[in-house]
């Protein structure tokens, strides 16, 4: 409220009441109230718990009513124009005479020092002085006054407050699109904010004359100097104060400006630049802002963000704080309409210890209410859309209902929704767990905070008090990470967008690793897949597809991880972002490679645009691959072999070659089931378990599945022609009939055929360690590879067609490298 009481003592102070008697006019100074509070922001009308929510957009019934109310808004930035205008002068007092007095024998401040003091004033200050002036100018010409009674009233604050009720259509979406254009004087203030506040404060511990200036700077305002009493850092904080502001104003001039007006377009403009401005200034200067400690110390804010805080009372969302020496986790509340954040917890960082892990599915209930949730979203967002096609509707209170309902129910999918843990424990013996929706987002938070406690020392206790009411002005983060409150998009992507990941590079040591694929937009559908576990080598191989149904998508996030040996703890070791544009995105294949860290994944991409299905309203749930149809798992799994004949024969690989026995010694069947089922319900647990249990229970389990096929890797029909291929007398034209007949098989079962026939002659090579000849490994696997058909009835003969077939196969000099994923269309290729 700081800033409108300013402007109401400065007009009372002229004995004119900012409130008529008119009712009207009440409503609007309650407006004014909400669109310039000085310890509000956009933040305060954001939907931070899991209670019903209170949208952004404030509710107009009629064109009408917002007219009424735009030119309130323009009348509160008149108002705050002026008064911003008197804090840069007043600022801009004292330069001269400081410059002076550094060219003397005593000087306050050097030259260099009132430049770094000064440093983009003077242009901020023209540059709102031209907008003030050029806006007060069009409200009064709008008015019909004539040049002589305008120049009377150009210094008169009331004239543009009190007397305007002219023309409500007046255009001004121009002037604010101009003064947008010219935010970049800006850039040079804030990049300097540190360098200026350090050299005032330095100063004013050193030279009690410039103490004293700066401790007491006068602001004179109105005709009869109505005296406001500043300090120099109050009023150097006055810019950053201002811009983090300018987008608020723009926002509100825009909600209340209908879409039929001439201005519409242009503040819609206007408020796209001013946010995109906003989000690189917080960016840049996220160690720009400081709180004040009890004994003089600075306390950095360098990140925040809202979490979801996982505590005793259930799930909620929080806005988190990082300082450059604690962790605040506050709560916001309001009280009528003044807003504030209640402390909730704080961490020191000195010797914080943090650790992340994946949650568990949740219960069948929660899924099942998951997945209807999603459903409601899309159901929600479709009829917004029909009522926003109507134009004059898009105010009305249905849409509005619409839009509070879709931001209720995005809200408790991110605090429901399963999701990575970060434990904090601190050394008091205090612990904390924050849940964050995307991998890529905690390992940012993971990241700062582990720089941070490797920086921090011991500080004072902090003033919870204190540092908890700063929290509404130093905050970087104004909303929730709730896509349906984003407006105005200008591109986005929706239909379907298809990920291959390929391999991965630049691994140090052996590692097992997957690459998680995260897209934003609405949670209608999945929007976090991960790739399966490589295996445990320097060099991975996944070929893996990952498809999105995606609404509203604009960016793509990599995030590279790896799992340990011994304790299948995950280690994130790279993480980027690719942005999605739909006007270049390629419906071919497109082949690249992205640097994440020191590791480079290489990754095809597609994406078809077109209408979305409806979400089901059933879970999915996990589909077996035991005694189902190879074709059948191979297509699930987007791949030529499927994904449990790749792990198992990896694992083997990895070490089991000089195992002696190996395909011929079972495994224990307790182990063999365990893996079969681990494969049938959880692909990530299946792969870890693979590295712990016995390399026998691993290589029994890659027979048992064979042996479960519903049909034979090679089809029963082809028996009749091996059958008489091995009586073939000359070898050359024996194997070519036999290489024919592979020819012939399905794409799934040749490739994964031949796959396995590659993995068995390795496993020969090693005969003299492993004791597995390649006539030792087709007796193993015949039987399960090849079936006679149903009406056979010579089991003698069938087990010898059998064990001799493979064995043949096995003797192959020139055997096709098997295709682990179809070929794909490529448009063209990036390295």
């Known amino acids: 409220m700081e800033l409108y009481r300013e402007a109401d003592h400065y007009l009372m102070s002229y004995g004119i009441s900012p409130v008529t008697e008119n009712e009207n006019e009440m409503r609007d100074s309650d ?98 002085k031209d907008f003030y002036t050029s806006l007060k100018t069009r409200l009064l010409s709008e008015k019909g006054l004539d040049q002589e009674d305008r120049s009377q009233n150009q210094g008169t604050l009331e004239s543009a407050v009190i007397l305007y009720q002219g023309n409500p259509q007046v255009p001004v979406g121009d002037l604010f699109l101009k003064f947008v254009n010219q935010l970049g004087v800006y850039r040079g203030f804030i990049d300097n904010y540190e360098n200026a506040l350090e050299i005032v404060q330095k100063c004013m511990l050193s030279d009690q004359r410039f103490r004293t200036l700066a401790e007491s700077m006068m602001s004179f305002k109105g005709s009869d100097r109505v005296k406001t009493k500043y300090t120099m850092e109050a009023l150097l904080y006055k810019p950053l104060d201002r811009v983090m502001k300018t987008t608020l104003m723009l926002h509100e001039l825009w909600n209340h400006t209908p879409p039929d007006h001439h201005d519409s377009v242009l503040l819609q403009e206007a408020l796209r630049l001013s946010s995109s401005f906003l989000s690189g200034v917080n960016e840049r200067s996220q160690c720009k802002r400081a709180v004040m400690l009890s004994k003089g110390e600075r306390r950095q804010l360098i990140r925040d963000g809202f979490v979801v805080d996982v505590c005793e009372s259930g799930h909620n969302l929080r806005h988190l704080f990082l300082y450059a020496d604690l962790l605040l986790c506050v709560k916001l509340t309001s009280t009528g309409r003044q807003a504030h954040y209640r402390f909730c917890w704080y961490l020191p960082l000195v010797g914080l210890k943090l650790q992340w892990a994946s949650e568990q599915l949740p219960s069948s209930e929660c899924q099942i209410k998951i997945s209807k949730t999603r459903a409601k979203m899309y159901q929600l ?30 809200l408790w999918l991110l605090t429901n929704t399963p999701s990575f843990t970060l434990d904090l424990h601190s050394t008091s013996g205090k612990s904390h767990t924050v849940r964050l929706y995307s991998l890529y987002d905690l390992d940012e938070w993971k990241e700062v905070i582990e720089i941070q406690s490797g920086k921090s020392i011991e500080t004072v206790p902090p003033d919870l008090l204190s540092v908890t009411g700063s929290c509404i002005k130093l905050r970087m983060t104004q909303q929730p990470p709730l896509h349906c409150v984003k407006s105005n998009e200008q591109s986005h992507v929706c239909g379907s967008i298809y990920v291959m990941v390929h391999s991965a590079c630049g691994l140090q040591h052996p590692s097992s690793v997957y690459v998680c694929v995260e897209v934003d937009g609405f949670e209608f559908y999945d929007r976090q897949k991960q790739t399966c576990l490589s295996a445990f080598s320097v060099t991975t191989v996944w070929d893996e597809e990952l498809v999105f149904q995606v609404d509203g998508a604009q960016q793509l996030f990599l995030v590279v991880v790896s799992q340990s040996e011994s304790d299948s703890q995950d280690n994130i070791l790279g993480r980027a972002v690719l942005q999605l544009d739909p006007d270049i995105m390629f419906k071919k294949w497109k082949k690249l490679t992205c640097s994440l860290g020191h590791i480079d994944v290489t990754l095809s991409m597609k994406y078809l645009p077109h209408p979305l299905e409806p979400p089901s309203c059933t879970p999915l749930i ?96 082809h028996f009749q022609g091996f059958s008489v291929a091995i009586d073939i007398a000359d070898p050359y034209v024996r194997a070519n009939h036999m290489l024919a007949v592979l020819q012939g098989l399905p794409d799934v079962n040749r490739n994964t055929f031949l ?8 496993v020969a090579e090693k005969q003299e360690q492993n004791k597995m000849s390649l006539s030792n490994l087709a007796t193993v696997f015949g039987p399960s590879l090849l079936r006679p058909p149903v009406d056979r009835v010579d089991i003698s003969q069938e087990v010898e067609v059998q064990v001799q077939v493979i064995n043949l196969y096995l003797q192959c000099h020139n055997l096709p490298e098997p295709l682990l994923t179809k070929p794909l269309d490529l448009e063209e290729l990036e390295t």
């Not at 849409?399 to 129910?409: A, G, Q, T």
């Open 31 to 128: 407006l004014l109230q909400d669109v310039f509070n000085a310890e509000t922001d956009w933040v305060s009308h954001s939907p931070l718990q899991t209670e019903p929510c209170v949208s952004s957009a404030p509710i107009a019934d009629s064109p009408d009513d917002l007219l009424q109310k735009r030119m309130v808004v323009l009348k509160g930035l008149l108002t705050s124009e002026e008064i911003y205008l008197t804090e840069l002068e007043t600022l801009l007092t004292p330069m001269k005479a400081l410059k002076a007095a550094a060219g003397t024998s005593q000087p306050v401040l050097s030259t260099e020092e009132v430049r770094t003091v000064f440093y983009q004033i003077p242009e901020l200050r023209d540059l709102h």
């Open 622 to 717: 996990p589909e077996p691959v035991f005694c189902v149809q190879i074709a059948q798992v191979a297509k699930q799994e987007g791949v030529l072999v499927p994904h449990i004949v790749r792990s198992c024969v990896e694992e083997v690989e990895r070490r089991g070659l000089n195992e002696e026995g190996i395909y011929r010694i079972s495994g224990a069947s307790r182990e063999i089931q365990e893996l079969k089922h681990a494969f049938n319900t959880n692909y990530r647990e299946a792969v870890s378990k693979l590295r712990s249990l016995d390399v026998n229970a691993v290589s029994g389990t890659l027979k048992l599945y064979f042996r479960e096929l519903p049909l034979a890797l090679i089809p029963s029909d």
């Open 755 to 762: 796959f396995l026939l590659h993995h068995l002659r390795r």
């Open 381 to 410: 967002k479709q009829a917004l859309q029909q009522h926003m096609k109507g134009g004059k509707g898009s105010f009305s209170r249905a849409v509005e209902r619409l839009r509070r309902k879709l931001e209720e129910c995005e």
